[in-house]
């Protein structure tokens, strides 16, 4: 069979005698063990080869072809492979199995896009640039290099495994862009040459006048040198030629835009609550605080199982109803080290009749329910609970096989006993769909009125608990189960036809005049964007990036099936979402005083340049629509680009400001960009987000104050390139923001 090898552009591989042979054909070169797991793998196959054969794998959901070697190689600096399949959905990592480090999970997707079935694509990975977050694996006890299949597995040959020991970096100009009133910061790789690099604007030479590289922590393969120019940046044509032969072309060149008028106003301004630069379950305490980490919780599906009587748990559908030792086992020395760090911490207190026994029992054993749809790869006797054809299995399993009871009683000497108290209590996560996603644990529709039942019940018992503490409830989902329940709109006709949240409030606020005090501090609501952004083209990006207008604009019409009536609900508008300010004014009718949290949200693409664009977007939108918390699903990683999104507005304890800022535009745009600006002490600091992948924009701001600036950005033509520097801003008729980037500055 013939083979295409695709060129490696930009890394050359010297062949050295150091090089580690994984595979070349019929057998696992010596040294190498089979440590892989639910595969099929012929490791003599000869349907499709290079050489006399290739390794033939079929794995099945997360399973996968993983070899070890007898040793270690701990300083090497690349991984060689040739692979063929229809894009194998494919996780890759290196390992040590002797102290149990994972370098971070690369995706066969991030090295390329186009891997055929009829011919081998040639991939390299760069162990000091791991494909999606730039990191480096650094030196460790490595011995494991494990190719993961997804959740619907992977099937794929691969060939010519190498563990390479040194890769020559190509120097290379990766992206040179304007960025601010005069500076232009250049990305490059390897040991470039600056000294023939020249920049023009509209055909007149500019002079360089200073230039400051770095070598960004946490990315080192990339370096980023900010050059400031003797000349402000205008309207034209801006030509920077590096003077090298750059693989191609040698120059970057940038059609300059008229500017946008903007204008920002310190003296009209309010608060931004604290709480909305969080996340769920931050990995570390360097995690929050490199991050600026503000609220942390402690949520998700597997909590509703999470008996603290054993650090037991049960992630429901998520995971063959199974139980397992809970990750991070102890809510109390978690509540304890993330306030350590420096965060707020929101705990979900589970509000079901049950909570998971010991860490093995399972609810729906093969060998008692036969024929189920799909079994856990790692424990074949486990089943999802289901038929193939979708429906559950009969009859409904005793819950006492795999669950232990859970009351107000234990949860309120649970809470009592806490060494660390939570800032925040929350009552449960999504129970209004605990009839799916724990169907084992409680299969009967959840209707309006027992949700707010056990919300009125558990939070009685937290506040019992923890005299003065916020409870948040009830964690709905997403915009359909707002309004409705799963037993649907008779349940809604059942209660004066009133919409599910609005009744929600209505009832907590009855419940305070009964009670004598608050029972509901935070209304807590989910929410996922409707749209379907699951393609990777650029029309999907250009979508993912308009939908955070649905977080507050309401002229926005949802380009989702919110947006298509009729519509079952009885909202205004309700083909536009509005969430923020809709929520504020349901709020305003039905129990005024209440605060608004969002304890899931997500940007849709965690490791996509735009998924780290509209989580900048989403944070500035919460700051200035007085969103009060706000937790993103669900854990960003560091690096990557919604981590990136985070550090922007709070990384290494420079913050955005305090107070919104009002912000004037004379061109909305939201389409494309987004403009927010913050004051404290009277400095002001700015971020502007630009979502257009091709083209600059440019503002004249009228009102920033002349003076320094600490800059920070993220995006741009390199992928995602980030770093920051100092700037002095002499004018501000003339303020550039490249194309996919956002970027944060600060008054000094
Ligand atoms: C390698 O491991 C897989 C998964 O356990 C197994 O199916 C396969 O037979 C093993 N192959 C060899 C040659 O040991
Ligand atoms: C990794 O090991 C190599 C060779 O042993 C050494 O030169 C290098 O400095 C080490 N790097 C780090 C980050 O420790
Ligand atoms: C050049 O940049 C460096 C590093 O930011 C700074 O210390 C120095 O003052 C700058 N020089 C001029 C002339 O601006
Ligand atoms: C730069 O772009 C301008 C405007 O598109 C074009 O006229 C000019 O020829 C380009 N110059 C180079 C060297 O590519
Ligand atoms: C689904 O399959 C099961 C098992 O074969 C069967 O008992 C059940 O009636 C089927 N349900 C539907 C809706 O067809
Ligand atoms: C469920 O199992 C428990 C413990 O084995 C048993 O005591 C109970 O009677 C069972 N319940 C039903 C309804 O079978
Ligand atoms: C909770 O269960 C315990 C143990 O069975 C029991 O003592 C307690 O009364 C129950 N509490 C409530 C509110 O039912
Ligand atoms: C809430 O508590 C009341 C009073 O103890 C009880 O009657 C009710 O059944 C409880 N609600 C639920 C859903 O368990």
Not at 144 to 147: D, N, T
Not at 694 to 698: A, L, N, R, V
Not at 706 to 709: A, Q, S, T, V
């Given at each position: 069979?013939?083979?295409v090898f695709?060129?490696l552009?930009l890394l050359a591989?010297?062949?050295?005698?150091?090089?580690?042979?994984v595979?070349?054909?019929?057998a696992?070169?010596a040294?190498?063990?089979?440590?892989s797991?639910?595969s099929?793998i012929?490791f003599a196959a000869?349907?499709?080869?290079?050489?006399?054969?290739?390794?033939?794998v079929n794995?099945?959901a997360w399973?996968?072809?993983s070899?070890?070697?007898?040793g270690?190689?701990p300083?090497y600096?690349g991984?060689r492979?040739d692979?063929?399949?229809a894009?194998?959905?494919l996780?890759?990592?290196?390992?040590?199995?002797?102290d149990?480090?994972?370098?971070?999970?690369?995706?066969?997707?991030?090295?390329?896009?186009?891997?055929?079935?009829?011919?081998?694509?040639s991939?390299l990975?760069d162990?000091?640039?791991?494909?999606?977050s730039?990191?480096?694996?650094?030196?460790?006890?490595?011995d494991?290099?494990?190719?993961q299949?997804?959740?619907?597995?992977a099937?794929?040959?691969i060939?010519?495994?190498?563990?390479?020991?040194?890769i020559?970096?190509?120097?290379l100009?990766l992206?040179a862009?304007p960025?601010a009133?005069n500076t232009?910061?250049?990305?490059?790789?390897?040991?470039?040459?600056f000294?023939?690099?020249?920049?023009?604007?509209?055909?007149?030479?500019v002079?360089i006048?200073?230039?400051t590289?770095?070598?960004p922590?946490?990315t080192?393969?990339k370096?980023?040198?900010?050059l400031?120019l003797a000349?402000?940046?205008?309207?034209?044509?801006?030509?920077?030629n590096?003077g090298?032969d750059?693989g191609?072309n040698?120059?970057?060149n940038f059609?300059?835009?008229?500017?946008q008028?903007?204008?920002?106003?310190?003296?009209k301004?309010?608060?931004?609550s604290?709480?909305?630069y969080?996340?769920?379950?931050?990995?570390?305490?360097?995690?929050i605080?490199d991050?600026?980490?503000?609220?942390?919780?402690?949520?998700?599906?597997?909590?509703?199982?999470y008996?603290?009587?054993?650090q037991f748990?049960n992630a429901g559908?998520?995971?063959y109803?199974?139980?397992?030792?809970?990750d991070?086992?102890?809510a109390?020395?978690?509540?304890g080290w993330?306030?350590?760090?420096?965060?707020?911490s929101?705990?979900?207190?589970?509000a079901?009749?049950w909570?998971?026994k010991?860490?093995?029992s399972?609810?729906?054993?093969?060998?008692?329910?036969?024929g189920?749809a799909?079994t856990d790869?790692?424990?074949?006797?486990?089943g999802?609970g289901?038929?193939?054809n979708g429906s559950y299995?009969?009859?409904?399993?005793?819950?006492?096989?795999?669950?232990t009871?859970?009351?107000?009683?234990?949860?309120k000497?649970?809470?009592?006993?806490?060494?660390?108290?939570?800032?925040?209590v929350?009552i449960?996560?999504e129970?209004?769909?605990?009839?799916s996603?724990?169907?084992?644990?409680?299969?009967?529709?959840?209707?309006?009125?027992e949700?707010?039942?056990?919300?009125?019940?558990f939070?009685?018992?937290?506040?019992e608990a923890?005299?003065?503490?916020n409870?948040?409830a009830p964690?709905t989902?997403a915009?359909w189960?707002y309004?409705?329940?799963v037993?649907?709109?008779?349940?809604n006709?059942?209660?004066?036809?009133m919409?599910?949240?609005p009744w929600?409030?209505?009832?907590?606020?009855a419940?305070?005049?009964?009670y004598?005090?608050?029972?509901?501090?935070?209304?807590?609501?989910?929410?996922?964007y409707?749209?379907?952004?699951?393609?990777?083209?650029p029309a999907t990006?250009?979508?993912?990036?308009r939908?955070s207008?649905?977080l507050?604009?309401t002229t926005y019409?949802?380009?989702s099936?919110v947006g298509?009536?009729?519509?079952q609900?009885?909202?205004?508008?309700?083909t536009?979402?509005?969430?923020?300010?809709r929520?504020r004014?349901?709020?305003?009718i039905?129990?005024p005083g209440?605060?608004?949290?969002?304890?899931?949200?997500?940007?849709?693409?965690?490791?996509?340049?735009t998924g780290?664009?509209l989580?900048?977007?989403?944070?500035?939108?919460f700051?200035r629509?007085?969103?009060?918390s706000a937790?993103?699903?669900?854990?960003?990683d560091e690096?990557g680009?919604?981590?990136l999104?985070y550090?922007?507005?709070?990384?290494f304890?420079?913050?955005?400001g305090?107070?919104?800022?009002?912000v004037?535009?004379a061109t909305p745009?939201?389409?494309?960009?987004?403009?927010?600006?913050?004051?404290?002490?009277?400095?002001?600091?700015?971020?502007i987000?630009?979502?257009n992948p091709?083209?600059?924009?440019?503002f004249a701001?009228?009102?920033?104050p002349?003076?320094?600036?600490f800059?920070r950005h993220?995006?741009?033509?390199?992928?995602?390139?980030?770093?920051?520097?100092?700037?002095t801003?002499?004018?501000i008729d003339?303020?550039v923001?490249p194309?996919y980037?956002?970027?944060f500055?600060?008054?000094?």
């Open positions: 069979m013939r083979s695709l060129h552009a591989v010297s062949a050295l005698a150091d090089d580690i042979t595979y070349t054909d019929s696992l070169a040294g190498w063990e089979n440590w797991w639910s099929d012929d000869t349907d499709l080869f290079e050489g006399t054969s290739s390794i033939s794995s099945q399973s996968a072809l070899v070890k070697l007898e270690t190689f300083d600096q991984l492979f692979i063929a399949g894009q194998p959905d996780t890759i990592t290196v390992s040590s199995s002797v149990g480090t994972t370098s971070p999970n690369i995706l066969l997707s991030a090295l390329s896009t186009s891997i055929t079935s009829d011919a081998f694509t991939l990975i162990f000091r640039n791991l494909p999606g730039g990191a480096a694996l650094g030196n460790g006890t490595w494991r290099i494990s190719f299949g997804g959740a619907n597995g099937i794929y040959h060939d010519n495994i190498v563990v390479v020991e040194s020559v970096i190509t120097p100009f992206s862009e960025l009133a232009i910061a250049v990305t490059t790789q390897g040991a470039v040459d000294s023939d690099l020249t920049v023009s604007l509209n055909g007149k030479a002079k006048v200073n230039s590289t770095y070598v922590v946490g080192p393969s370096s980023v040198t900010y400031t000349q402000n940046f205008a309207q034209g044509t801006l030509l920077i590096t090298v750059n191609g040698p120059t970057f059609s300059l835009p008229a500017v008028y903007a204008s920002f106003v310190q003296t301004n309010y608060p931004i604290p709480s909305i969080g996340v769920n379950f931050p990995t570390s305490a360097s995690y605080q991050l600026g980490v503000t609220m942390s919780r402690w949520g998700g599906n597997a909590v509703t199982a008996n603290p009587n054993g748990t559908a998520d995971w109803f199974e139980n397992r030792v809970a991070p086992p102890s109390d020395d978690w509540i993330v306030h350590g760090a420096g965060s707020g929101l705990l979900t207190v589970p079901l009749d909570v998971s010991d860490s093995t399972y609810s729906y054993p093969v060998s008692q329910y036969p189920q799909s790869p790692f424990l074949p006797d486990a999802n289901q038929f193939p299995v009969t009859s409904t399993p005793n819950q006492s096989r795999a669950y009871s859970w009351n107000t009683t234990m949860a000497a649970w809470l009592k006993g806490l060494a660390n108290k939570p800032t925040l929350a449960d996560n129970i209004e769909i605990a009839s996603t724990h169907q084992d644990m409680h299969p009967e529709p959840m209707d309006y009125d949700e707010l039942s056990r919300v009125l019940n939070s009685i018992a937290a506040k923890i005299p003065g503490v409870v948040a964690s989902c915009w189960f309004w409705t329940s037993v649907g709109f008779d349940d006709a059942a209660h004066d036809n919409d599910f949240l929600f409030l209505m009832k907590m606020a419940a305070e005049k009964t004598g005090k608050r029972l509901l501090d935070y209304l807590d609501i989910h929410y996922y409707q749209a379907d952004v699951s393609a990777t083209d990006q250009a979508l993912r990036l939908m207008r649905s507050w604009d019409t949802d380009e099936w298509v009536p009729p519509q609900n009885h909202q205004w508008d309700p536009i979402i509005s969430l923020i300010p929520f004014t349901l709020i305003d039905y129990y209440t605060k608004l949290s969002i304890s899931e949200f997500s940007s849709t693409a965690d490791t996509d340049i780290g664009l989580t900048v977007d989403m944070l500035g939108i700051g629509e007085k969103l009060d937790t993103y699903w669900a854990t960003p690096l680009p919604v981590g999104a550090w922007l507005y709070r990384g304890g420079t913050h955005f305090a107070n919104s800022a009002q004037n535009l745009n939201p389409d494309t960009q987004g403009v927010y600006a913050a004051t404290e002490n009277g400095k002001l600091s700015v971020v987000v630009n979502k091709d083209t600059p924009i440019t701001l009228a009102n920033m002349f003076g320094k600036y800059v993220f995006g741009g033509e390199a992928g995602i390139a980030k770093w920051q520097t100092t700037v801003i002499s004018s003339y303020i923001v194309a980037t956002a970027v500055l600060k008054q000094n």
